[in-house]
Nanobody, 123 residues
Framework: QVQLVESGGGLVQPGGSLRLSCVAS????????MTWYRQALGKERELVAA???????KYAESVKGRFTISRDNDKNTVYLQMNSLEPEDTAVYYC?????????????????WGQGTLVTVSA
């Protein structure tokens, strides 16, 4: 079984910083695109930042210049450094990754979701 586990969420004051981590575990052959999404209460899930296997990145306009996505391929981990946080950044943050893995005697390629980590920006 493969899974993504996020960590690093919490309560932070406006203007503060947090770093989220997402680790892929299981019998994994490769980790391709890795993406952070977020979903605020009453809103649709939206893409925050993505990084390809080659390291190319893209960001939502609302977080450009404040958030940085990075990855450690040796650790099958993606990070989201969030600076200058605003109350509008409050949401559950989800990690998504395209994983090539081994399960039930077969090699598989799927997009997998983490369980989410809550980020609350409030004074």
């Amino acid at each position: 079984q493969v899974q993504l586990v996020e960590s690093g969420g919490g309560l932070v004051q406006p203007g503060g910083s947090l770093r989220l981590s997402c680790v892929a575990s299981g019998v994994i052959f490769s980790v391709n695109d890795m993406t952070w999404y977020r979903q605020a209460l009453g809103k649709e899930r939206e893409l925050v930042a993505a990084i390809s296997g080659a390291g190319s990145t893209k960001y939502a306009e609302s977080v450009k210049g404040r958030f940085t996505i990075s990855r450690d391929n040796d650790k099958n981990t993606v990070y989201l450094q969030m600076n200058s946080l605003e109350p509008e950044d409050t949401a559950v943050y989800y990690c998504n990754a395209e994983l090539e893995y081994y399960l039930d005697h077969a090699r598989r390629l799927d997009y997998v979701w983490g369980q989410g980590t809550l980020v609350t920006v409030s004074a």
